[in-house]
């Protein structure tokens, strides 16, 4: 019996196993109560902007109808024009005039039979909540395994057992930029395999010209790297794929690995219409061949978004995980009023990840839920790559963050980490893999109710 046969019957053995809320994807799903749409109206969005989700039948006679009922103008087109993608009608985003508000806006065409929704123009932000100055410790705690330090990811036992090589695969950061030029990410910066670097040809006809390490939706340009603003970012790509083994800074749970990037977050946080382009754009890719086996998502906010929600299914037809920062507001999201999107959806392919300190305990900012929220993973204080500034000039550095965006990398990395070890191995197992291992080898008395497995990462048997 080869390794990976076993390891899928030791997966399936796992889950069955398992309490059922461990299984049932759909304890997820609410209902929206009154409670979550007076939520959902107060979410920060765009001023006088919907995204506006077309019937498939929609004709250009009923789109011009409905958008003269609320004065409307189309900005740009949400979802990727790729036929395979285009399956439930164009999605556009669109201006309406100011004297209505949101949600006179959005009750005026609702009742109209061309639309399916609309809904606001969301702004999502980062989760981490400190920036605390890097201190050389010696001590990546998240990724180690000690009698010391028994609440980190275990990854070093992996690396010790020769799991350190990613590199067949790759992983979409969908954050702000990060900087793929930084001494420790560097070798492991992915390039799209089918875009020729500077010809200024949209070369695999996604949309997008010269998307080499990705593309930069909120600027609308290939540029996914723009400056010291882009740390979140960075510190989220070490702690995916820090090179490991070069005698610098940090390593991450692979030390080699694709990173590419869809940047949709900018200084004033990130809108809806930008989310759902790049979650597709990571889509299109896997379509088109690139093995992309998961996205981080180390970001949150906006209400409840029925366009986020198909893009990420897209995401879930495709065979890609969405890994997800559970946010960092303190609350239990099974609460129908205090969701946390996007780790609140119900789709089967999210991973939704909850912070722990170092000294197992739940961190005190992260947010929890016995079924909304998988798993704990290392959150608080941890060390991983920025760009910083010396005389003037953007060089490589190292910062200490916390927050469930500091959590999720961690998850996502094990993800890809899983995947090279098991060629070919399904998104479903993956996942199946990650949650059994935290479940059966990781309990955590601080999540024990507080998420699905009452465990922590541990990727010590990859």
Not at 240 to 267: D, E, M, P, R, T
Not at 326 to 332: C, D, F, R, S, V
Request: glycine share 10%.
């Amino acid at each position: 019996m080869n390794n990976i046969f076993k390891r899928h019957i030791l997966a399936v053995a796992i889950m069955a196993a398992m309490p059922m809320a461990i299984y049932a994807e759909d304890s997820r799903d609410r209902e929206h109560s009154d409670a979550q749409r007076e939520r959902d109206d107060k979410a920060p969005a765009v001023s006088g902007e919907l995204v506006i989700q077309f019937k498939k039948d929609a004709t250009d006679a009923d789109k011009a109808r409905v958008l003269g009922k609320i004065g409307g103008e189309v900005k740009e087109n949400v979802k990727l024009k790729d036929d395979q993608n285009n399956d439930k009608g164009d999605a556009d985003l669109v201006r309406h005039r100011p004297e209505f508000t949101r949600a006179a806006a959005k009750a005026e065409i609702e009742a109209d039979p061309a639309v399916e929704y609309a809904e606001p123009n969301y702004i999502y932000t980062h989760d981490s909540v400190s920036n605390d100055t890097y201190q050389v410790s010696g001590q990546l705690w998240g990724m180690q395994n000690s009698p010391t330090n028994i609440y980190g990811s275990q990854a070093s036992t992996a690396w010790a057992n020769g799991a350190t090589n990613c590199g067949t695969v790759y992983v979409g950061i969908i954050d702000e930029g990060y900087m793929y030029t930084h001494e420790d990410l560097a070798a492991n910066a992915g390039k799209n395999p089918k875009e020729i670097a500077g010809n200024k040809i949209d070369d695999d006809k996604n949309g997008y010209v010269d998307d080499v390490y990705g593309w930069d939706f909120d600027g609308k340009n290939s540029s996914v790297f723009d400056g010291i603003q882009d740390d979140h970012g960075t510190h989220v790509a070490g702690t995916i794929g820090g090179i490991g083994g070069n005698s610098k800074g940090v390593a991450g749970v692979c030390w080699s690995v694709q990173l590419l990037n869809a940047k949709f977050l900018g200084n004033a946080g990130g809108t809806l219409a930008n989310a759902i382009k790049a979650v597709d754009y990571f889509t299109n890719l896997k379509k088109q061949g690139v093995n992309i086996v998961a996205t981080n998502n180390s970001w949150g906010g906006g209400g409840f978004s029925q366009g986020l929600k198909d893009a990420i299914e897209r995401a879930n037809a495709a065979g890609i995980l969405f890994v997800a920062a559970a946010g960092n507001a303190a609350t239990n999201i099974d609460n129908s009023a205090t969701p946390s999107y996007p780790a609140s959806y119900d789709n089967a392919n999210i991973i939704s990840v909850a912070s722990l300190a170092s000294d197992g305990t739940l961190s005190s900012f992260s947010n929890y839920g016995a079924t909304s929220v998988d798993l704990g993973a290392p959150g608080s204080g941890i060390i991983s790559t920025v760009p910083t500034t010396v005389k003037g000039k953007i060089v490589s550095g190292y910062a200490n963050y916390s927050g469930t965006s500091m959590a999720t990398p961690h998850v996502t990395g094990a993800c890809a980490l899983y995947a090279a070890r098991n060629p070919g191995v399904s998104a479903a197992d993956i996942k199946a893999a990650v949650l059994g291992d935290a479940q059966v080898y990781a309990q955590t008395p601080s999540l024990l109710g507080k998420t699905l497995t009452a465990g922590r990462l541990n990727v010590s048997r990859f």
